[in-house]
T-cell receptor, first 118, second 113 residues
Framework: NAGVTQTPKFQVLKTGQSMTLQCAQD?????MSWYRQDPGMGLRLIHY???????DQGEVPNGYNVSRSTTEDFPLRLLSAAPSQTSVYFC?????????????????FGPGTRLTVL | GNSVTQMEGPVTLSEEAFLTINCTYT??????LFWYVQYPGEGLQLLLK?????DKGSNKGFEATYRKETTSFHLEKGSVQVSDSAVYFC????????????FGTGTRLKVLA
């Protein structure tokens, strides 16, 4: 198993550009999520999905879109990049799906994407 | 709302010293509690977890006990090694509505030989 994979590892954008951060998992996990990690802020939840076709907002969703057309993939789209979106982005997955049943499950994290917006 | 508060770092210790990293939480219901570790340049990985009050999670010499009465989940290790140098995150999963994970700000640990 490759686990959770993310591409690219590094990206530099100019203000106003758009891009998609890719995330895929091969563990047949229902729950997937995107976080951003900023110094002194820890990890903050951007969007999450409890299964294919179901997504919801996290703590800091503005400026980001997601979709979940398959169980395996959960791309994160930056619509018009801003310097405030400079961060390290982590994708994670866990077994549980909708409802509370998966709340005890371990999350598995990808290696991260370091994004700089100039 | 739900939140996790961790002690500020960095924490610098000598090898074989005793480690405590404090974590307290605010949550409705009965959350599950987690400690994740992030080594330099890597993503987070689970260190240990506890899913109900008085449970003790343990792994690699680290321990934490779910204390509902003090809403705490402090991480301890009796004798740290240089290889334990990393950032440690306390987290909970909410039990109101569809669950979500909430992370603390992380505590950086540096162990000196």
């Amino acid at each position: 198993n490759a686990g959770v994979t993310q591409t690219p590892k590094f990206q530099v954008l100019k203000t106003g550009q758009s891009m998609t951060l890719q995330c895929a998992q091969d563990m047949n996990h229902e729950y997937m999520s995107w976080y951003r990690q900023d110094p002194g802020m820890g990890l903050r939840l951007i969007h999450y999905s409890v299964g294919a076709g179901i997504t919801d907002q996290g703590e800091v969703p503005n400026g980001y879109n997601v979709s979940r057309s398959t169980t395996e993939d959960f791309p994160l789209r930056l619509l018009s990049a801003a310097p405030s979106q400079t961060s390290v982005y982590f994708c994670a997955s866990s077994k549980g799906g909708a409802g509370l049943a998966g709340g005890t499950d371990t999350q598995y994290f990808g290696p991260g994407t370091r994004l700089t917006v100039l | 709302g739900n939140s996790v508060t961790q002690m500020e770092g960095p924490v610098t210790l000598s090898e074989e010293a005793f480690l405590t990293i404090n974590c307290t939480y605010t949550a409705t219901g009965y959350p599950s509690l987690f400690w994740y570790v992030q080594y330099p340049g890597e993503g987070l990985q689970l260190l240990l977890k506890a899913t109900k009050a008085d449970d003790k999670g343990s792994n690699k010499g680290f321990e934490a006990t779910y204390r509902k009465e003090t809403t705490s989940f402090h991480l301890e290790k009796g004798s740290v090694q240089v290889s334990d140098s990393a950032v440690y995150f306390c987290a909970l999963s909410t039990t109101s509505g569809t669950y979500k994970y909430i992370f603390g700000t992380g505590t950086r640990l540096k162990v000196l030989a």
